[in-house]
Nanobody, 127 residues
Framework: VQLQASGGGLVQTGDSLTLSCAVS????????VGWLRQAPGKEREVVSS???????YYADSVKGRFTISRDNTKNTVYLQMNSLKPEDTAVYYC??????????????????????WGQGTQVTVSS
C-alpha cells in the first residue's frame, strides 16, 4: 500500500489550499486516514482524520477552517484548508492504518497510531 500526498504550496494568509492523498495497492474503504503536519522544531501532530464510515476528527487549531473528506471511488482523501494562517506552515503528511469500524482513529489520534505514511508536502503561509 502506498500513499501519495500532493497539493502543497506557498500561499498568503487567508488563502485556501486543497491537499490530496492518493492511496494505491488497496481499497481505501478498509483504512482510517489522517493528515498530520510537522513544523520546524515541533512534534508531528494529527491535524485531521477520517475513518471508514466518514466520521472525522479535527485538532482544535483547525476546527472550522479545515475539512477532510474521502472519495472511495477515487481512493483519495482530501484536506480542504481555508483561512490559512502563518502558524499552519508545516510539512503535511497523509498516513493510514488498516481499520474498519473502529472509532479509535478519530478519538484523540496520535501520529504513532498510523502505520503507513506518504511523503510530505510543504505548505507555507506567508503573513
Amino acid at each position: 500500500v502506498q500513499l501519495q500526498a500532493s497539493g502543497g504550496g506557498l500561499v498568503q494568509t487567508g488563502d485556501s489550499l486543497t491537499l490530496s492523498c492518493a492511496v494505491s495497492g488497496a481499497a481505501l474503504d478498509y483504512f482510517a486516514v489522517g493528515w498530520l503536519r510537522q513544523a520546524p522544531g515541533k512534534e508531528r501532530e494529527v491535524v485531521s482524520s477520517v475513518i471508514s464510515d466518514g466520521s472525522t476528527y479535527y485538532a482544535d487549531s483547525v476546527k472550522g477552517r479545515f475539512t477532510i473528506s474521502r472519495d472511495n471511488t477515487k481512493n483519495t482523501v482530501y484536506l480542504q484548508m481555508n483561512s490559512l494562517k502563518p502558524e499552519d506552515t508545516a510539512v503535511y503528511y497523509c498516513a493510514a492504518r488498516r481499520s474498519v469500524g473502529s472509532r479509535y482513529y478519530i478519538e484523540n489520534p496520535r501520529a504513532a497510531d498510523f502505520a503507513l505514511w506518504g511523503q510530505g508536502t510543504q505548505v507555507t503561509v506567508s503573513s
